[in-house]
DNA sequence: TAAAATGTTCTCTT
DNA sequence: AAAGAGAACATTTT
Protein backbone atom coordinates (compact mmCIF):
# COMPACT_ATOMS: atom_id res chain seq x y z
CA UNK A 1 0.00 0.00 0.00
CA UNK A 2 1.98 2.79 1.32
CA UNK A 3 3.66 5.82 -0.58
CA UNK A 4 3.11 9.36 -0.53
CA UNK A 5 -0.81 8.83 -2.39
CA UNK A 6 -2.07 5.80 0.10
CA UNK A 7 -0.54 7.42 2.73
CA UNK A 8 -2.32 11.03 1.80
CA UNK A 9 -5.70 8.64 1.54
CA UNK A 10 -5.06 7.60 4.74
CA UNK A 11 -4.37 10.69 6.30
CA UNK A 12 -7.80 11.69 4.74
CA UNK A 13 -9.15 8.52 6.03
CA UNK A 14 -8.29 8.99 9.96
CA UNK A 15 -9.46 12.75 9.34
CA UNK A 16 -12.75 11.64 8.57
CA UNK A 17 -13.23 8.70 11.47
CA UNK A 18 -11.17 9.40 13.72
CA UNK A 19 -10.51 12.88 15.33
CA UNK A 20 -12.11 14.66 18.73
CA UNK A 21 -12.91 11.30 20.41
CA UNK A 22 -11.55 10.63 23.26
CA UNK A 23 -8.85 7.78 23.34
CA UNK A 24 -9.89 4.97 26.13
CA UNK A 25 -7.53 2.51 25.44
CA UNK A 26 -4.35 1.26 22.98
CA UNK A 27 -2.95 -2.22 22.64
CA UNK A 28 -0.04 -3.49 20.52
CA UNK A 29 0.54 -6.66 19.51
CA UNK A 30 4.46 -6.44 19.57
CA UNK A 31 5.11 -3.13 21.54
CA UNK A 32 9.11 -3.60 21.45
CA UNK A 33 8.85 -4.06 17.55
CA UNK A 34 6.12 -1.92 16.73
CA UNK A 35 6.45 1.04 19.58
CA UNK A 36 9.73 3.76 18.95
CA UNK A 37 8.51 4.22 22.81
CA UNK A 38 7.79 1.95 25.96
CA UNK A 39 4.65 1.44 25.51
CA UNK A 40 3.35 2.11 29.30
CA UNK A 41 5.05 5.73 28.09
CA UNK A 42 2.51 5.38 25.10
CA UNK A 43 -0.20 4.79 27.04
CA UNK A 44 0.30 7.23 29.50
CA UNK A 45 0.22 9.89 27.33
CA UNK A 46 -2.91 9.30 25.17
CA UNK A 47 -5.16 7.63 27.30
CA UNK A 48 -8.04 10.47 27.22
CA UNK A 49 -6.95 12.45 25.08
CA UNK A 50 -7.91 13.10 21.45
CA UNK A 51 -6.79 13.32 18.45
CA UNK A 52 -7.61 16.79 16.42
CA UNK A 53 -5.51 17.26 13.39
CA UNK A 54 -3.21 15.30 10.58
CA UNK A 55 -0.32 15.88 8.77
CA UNK A 56 1.30 13.82 6.10
CA UNK A 57 5.35 14.21 5.06
CA UNK A 58 6.22 11.44 2.65
CA UNK A 59 5.33 8.34 3.38
CA UNK A 60 4.50 9.57 7.48
CA UNK A 61 1.15 10.21 8.80
CA UNK A 62 1.28 12.25 12.10
CA UNK A 63 -1.44 12.95 14.28
CA UNK A 64 -1.60 15.99 16.63
CA UNK A 65 -3.29 15.55 20.28
CA UNK A 66 -4.95 17.68 22.48
CA UNK A 67 -1.92 17.92 24.49
CA UNK A 68 -0.06 18.93 22.04
CA UNK A 69 1.93 15.82 21.29
CA UNK A 70 2.61 14.16 18.21
CA UNK A 71 1.59 10.34 16.82
CA UNK A 72 3.59 8.68 14.48
CA UNK A 73 2.17 6.10 12.05
CA UNK A 74 4.37 4.98 9.42
CA UNK A 75 3.17 1.78 7.47
CA UNK A 76 5.69 0.10 6.04
CA UNK A 77 5.28 -2.24 3.07
CA UNK A 78 1.55 -3.11 3.65
CA UNK A 79 0.50 -0.77 6.74
CA UNK A 80 -3.08 0.20 6.21
CA UNK A 81 -5.90 2.10 8.49
CA UNK A 82 -9.08 0.35 9.51
CA UNK A 83 -12.28 2.25 11.75
CA UNK A 84 -14.80 0.32 13.36
CA UNK A 85 -17.28 -1.00 15.51
CA UNK A 86 -18.48 -4.47 15.45
CA UNK A 87 -16.03 -7.54 16.45
CA UNK A 88 -17.11 -8.82 12.66
CA UNK A 89 -16.05 -5.82 11.13
CA UNK A 90 -12.47 -6.67 12.35
CA UNK A 91 -10.09 -6.78 9.81
CA UNK A 92 -7.02 -9.53 9.39
CA UNK A 93 -3.28 -8.22 10.56
CA UNK A 94 -4.84 -5.98 13.01
CA UNK A 95 -1.15 -5.00 15.12
CA UNK A 96 -2.36 -2.72 17.40
CA UNK A 97 -5.87 -0.57 17.79
CA UNK A 98 -6.68 2.92 19.09
CA UNK A 99 -10.07 2.68 21.13
CA UNK A 100 -12.36 5.60 21.50
CA UNK A 101 -15.10 6.54 23.88
CA UNK A 102 -17.63 5.94 20.81
CA UNK A 103 -17.13 2.27 20.72
CA UNK A 104 -15.45 2.54 17.80
CA UNK A 105 -11.39 1.51 17.46
CA UNK A 106 -8.92 2.25 14.68
CA UNK A 107 -7.01 -0.20 13.79
CA UNK A 108 -3.23 -0.54 12.70
CA UNK A 109 -3.38 -3.36 9.85
CA UNK A 110 -0.15 -4.76 8.98
CA UNK A 111 0.51 -8.03 7.68
CA UNK A 112 4.66 -7.57 7.17
CA UNK A 113 5.06 -5.69 10.10
CA UNK A 114 7.78 -3.23 9.00
CA UNK A 115 4.82 -0.45 10.25
CA UNK A 116 6.05 1.68 13.35
CA UNK A 117 3.98 3.63 15.99
CA UNK A 118 5.70 6.43 17.97
CA UNK A 119 4.71 9.31 20.31
CA UNK A 120 6.93 12.78 20.16
CA UNK A 121 6.74 16.49 21.15
CA UNK A 122 6.37 18.24 18.01
CA UNK A 123 6.24 17.73 14.30
CA UNK A 124 9.63 18.98 13.55
CA UNK A 125 11.24 16.66 16.29
CA UNK A 126 9.77 13.76 14.47
CA UNK A 127 11.25 15.08 10.91
CA UNK A 128 14.74 15.64 12.24
CA UNK A 129 15.13 12.24 13.91
CA UNK A 130 14.39 10.90 10.65
CA UNK A 131 16.57 13.19 8.29
CA UNK A 132 13.29 13.38 6.15
CA UNK A 133 13.90 15.61 3.05
CA UNK A 134 10.78 17.93 1.99
CA UNK A 135 7.51 16.26 0.97
CA UNK A 136 7.42 15.44 -2.76
CA UNK A 137 4.26 17.11 -3.70
CA UNK A 138 6.01 20.39 -1.80
CA UNK A 139 10.10 20.29 -2.84
CA UNK A 140 10.68 23.08 -5.35
CA UNK A 141 12.64 22.15 -8.85
CA UNK A 142 15.35 24.46 -7.69
CA UNK A 143 16.30 22.05 -4.51
CA UNK A 144 15.65 19.14 -6.40
CA UNK A 145 17.75 19.89 -9.13
CA UNK A 146 20.83 20.90 -6.71
CA UNK A 147 20.12 17.38 -4.92
CA UNK A 148 20.74 15.50 -8.04
CA UNK A 149 23.62 16.95 -9.29
CA UNK A 150 26.03 16.00 -6.93
CA UNK A 151 24.77 12.37 -6.99
CA UNK A 152 26.96 9.76 -9.09
CA UNK A 153 24.29 6.65 -8.74
CA UNK A 154 21.42 5.94 -10.87
CA UNK A 155 18.36 8.45 -10.64
CA UNK A 156 16.05 5.40 -9.76
CA UNK A 157 17.70 4.86 -5.79
CA UNK A 158 18.73 8.67 -5.90
CA UNK A 159 15.13 9.52 -5.70
CA UNK A 160 13.75 6.73 -3.65
CA UNK A 161 16.12 8.81 -0.82
CA UNK A 162 13.72 10.24 1.63
CA UNK A 163 16.21 12.72 2.94
CA UNK A 164 16.46 13.89 -0.35
CA UNK A 165 12.83 14.06 -0.36
CA UNK A 166 10.11 12.46 0.81
CA UNK A 167 7.18 9.55 -0.42
CA UNK A 168 8.56 8.26 -3.62
CA UNK A 169 8.72 4.38 -3.20
CA UNK A 170 9.43 2.07 -5.69
CA UNK A 171 5.94 2.10 -7.43
CA UNK A 172 6.02 5.84 -7.75
CA UNK A 173 9.48 6.24 -9.12
CA UNK A 174 9.03 3.66 -11.70
CA UNK A 175 5.94 5.61 -12.86
CA UNK A 176 7.09 9.13 -12.55
CA UNK A 177 10.21 8.08 -14.67
CA UNK A 178 8.13 6.65 -17.09
CA UNK A 179 6.22 9.51 -17.64
CA UNK A 180 9.29 11.55 -18.14
CA UNK A 181 11.09 9.49 -20.45
CA UNK A 182 14.00 8.65 -18.33
CA UNK A 183 15.42 5.82 -18.15
CA UNK A 184 16.19 4.26 -14.70
CA UNK A 185 19.55 4.18 -14.40
CA UNK A 186 20.30 7.26 -16.13
CA UNK A 187 23.42 8.89 -13.15
CA UNK A 188 21.34 11.27 -11.54
CA UNK A 189 23.94 14.33 -11.62
CA UNK A 190 23.57 13.76 -15.18
CA UNK A 191 20.05 14.83 -16.19
CA UNK A 192 19.54 17.37 -18.82
CA UNK A 193 18.18 20.29 -17.90
CA UNK A 194 15.23 19.20 -20.44
CA UNK A 195 14.81 16.08 -18.49
CA UNK A 196 14.71 17.91 -14.93
CA UNK A 197 11.89 19.84 -16.19
CA UNK A 198 10.26 16.74 -17.47
CA UNK A 199 11.04 14.70 -14.17
CA UNK A 200 9.41 17.76 -12.50
CA UNK A 201 6.08 17.40 -14.42
CA UNK A 202 5.74 14.07 -13.80
CA UNK A 203 6.43 13.70 -10.36
CA UNK A 204 3.73 16.47 -9.75
CA UNK A 205 0.86 14.98 -12.60
CA UNK A 206 1.55 11.27 -11.08
CA UNK A 207 1.51 12.27 -7.38
CA UNK A 208 -1.82 14.24 -8.04
CA UNK A 209 -3.80 11.84 -9.52
CA UNK A 210 -2.60 8.90 -7.86
CA UNK A 211 -4.26 11.35 -4.64
CA UNK A 212 -7.00 11.93 -6.67
CA UNK A 213 -8.22 8.26 -7.41
CA UNK A 214 -7.24 7.60 -3.96
CA UNK A 215 -4.30 5.37 -4.89
CA UNK A 216 -6.58 2.71 -5.72
CA UNK A 217 -4.57 1.44 -8.41
CA UNK A 218 -6.99 -0.21 -11.32
CA UNK A 219 -8.49 3.37 -11.93
CA UNK A 220 -5.17 4.99 -12.15
CA UNK A 221 -5.21 5.79 -16.05
CA UNK A 222 -4.46 3.12 -19.00
CA UNK A 223 -1.55 5.70 -19.64
CA UNK A 224 0.20 4.34 -16.64
CA UNK A 225 2.69 2.08 -16.37
CA UNK A 226 1.86 0.78 -13.02
CA UNK A 227 -0.42 -2.05 -15.00
CA UNK A 228 2.12 -3.59 -16.30
CA UNK A 229 3.11 -4.79 -12.68
CA UNK A 230 2.97 -8.23 -11.98
CA UNK A 231 0.54 -7.57 -9.11
CA UNK A 232 -1.73 -4.99 -10.69
CA UNK A 233 -5.20 -6.93 -10.06
CA UNK A 234 -6.65 -6.38 -13.20
CA UNK A 235 -10.17 -7.13 -14.06
CA UNK A 236 -8.92 -8.85 -16.99
CA UNK A 237 -5.90 -10.59 -16.20
CA UNK A 238 -6.07 -12.36 -20.11
CA UNK A 239 -5.86 -9.23 -21.49
CA UNK A 240 -2.22 -8.57 -21.90
CA UNK A 241 -2.29 -5.19 -23.55
CA UNK A 242 -0.55 -3.47 -20.05
CA UNK A 243 2.40 -5.28 -20.24
CA UNK A 244 3.00 -3.28 -23.37
CA UNK A 245 3.76 0.78 -23.30
CA UNK A 246 0.73 2.57 -24.33
CA UNK A 247 3.05 5.05 -26.64
CA UNK A 248 5.01 2.48 -28.33
CA UNK A 249 3.66 -0.59 -28.00
CA UNK A 250 6.93 -2.01 -26.90
CA UNK A 251 7.08 -4.50 -24.38
CA UNK A 252 7.75 -3.73 -20.91
CA UNK A 253 10.87 -5.11 -19.28
CA UNK A 254 11.53 -5.96 -15.88
CA UNK A 255 14.72 -5.16 -14.51
CA UNK A 256 16.91 -4.56 -10.89
CA UNK A 257 18.10 -1.18 -10.02
CA UNK A 258 19.54 -0.48 -6.47
CA UNK A 259 18.20 -3.78 -5.82
CA UNK A 260 14.46 -3.37 -6.64
CA UNK A 261 12.38 -4.88 -9.45
CA UNK A 262 12.12 -2.48 -11.70
CA UNK A 263 9.88 -1.79 -14.61
CA UNK A 264 10.25 0.66 -17.58
CA UNK A 265 9.72 0.73 -21.65
CA UNK A 266 13.20 0.35 -23.40
CA UNK A 267 11.99 2.53 -26.34
CA UNK A 268 10.80 5.58 -24.54
CA UNK A 269 13.45 5.35 -21.54
CA UNK A 270 16.66 5.57 -23.25
CA UNK A 271 19.85 6.50 -21.26
C1' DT B 1 7.74 -24.23 -2.99
C1' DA B 2 10.88 -20.97 -3.58
C1' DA B 3 10.74 -16.33 -4.68
C1' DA B 4 9.16 -11.83 -4.51
C1' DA B 5 6.74 -8.12 -2.31
C1' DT B 6 4.45 -0.85 -1.99
C1' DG B 7 10.12 0.32 3.15
C1' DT B 8 13.54 1.53 6.39
C1' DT B 9 17.77 1.03 8.85
C1' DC B 10 22.11 -0.69 10.00
C1' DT B 11 26.80 -2.02 8.80
C1' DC B 12 30.58 -1.96 6.03
C1' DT B 13 33.27 0.09 2.43
C1' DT B 14 34.71 3.69 -0.49
C1' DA C 1 31.49 13.35 6.44
C1' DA C 2 28.92 11.49 2.97
C1' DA C 3 27.50 8.28 -0.52
C1' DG C 4 26.66 3.69 -2.07
C1' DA C 5 26.19 -1.41 -1.74
C1' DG C 6 24.16 -5.08 0.54
C1' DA C 7 21.99 -7.41 4.16
C1' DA C 8 18.53 -7.63 7.66
C1' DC C 9 14.02 -7.19 9.37
C1' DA C 10 8.73 -10.56 9.40
C1' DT C 11 5.28 -12.28 6.97
C1' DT C 12 2.17 -13.30 3.29
C1' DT C 13 1.10 -14.42 -1.29
C1' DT C 14 1.75 -16.49 -5.73
Known amino acids: MPELPEVETLRRYLEQTSLHQKINGFTTEDPKRQLALPP?????????RQMVSTT??????????????VISLHFGM???LHYYRIPEDAPRFERATFYFDSGFKLAFVDSRKF??????????AYIKAKALGPDALEISADVLQ???????????????DQKLLAGIGNWLVDEILYQAGI???TIAGELT??????????????????????????????????????WDTSPHPEENTHKHCYRCQTEILKTTVGGRATYFCPSCQVK
Request: glycine share 8%; hydrophobic share 35%.
Open 40 to 48: EELHEEIMG
Open 56 to 69: RIGKHLLVALDNGK
Open 78 to 80: TGD
Open 115 to 124: GRIGLWDSEE
Open 146 to 160: KGLQKRKSPIKPVLL
Open 183 to 185: HPE
Open 193 to 230: SSQLQNLVNAMQEVLKTAIDKEAVYRELPATFLIHARE
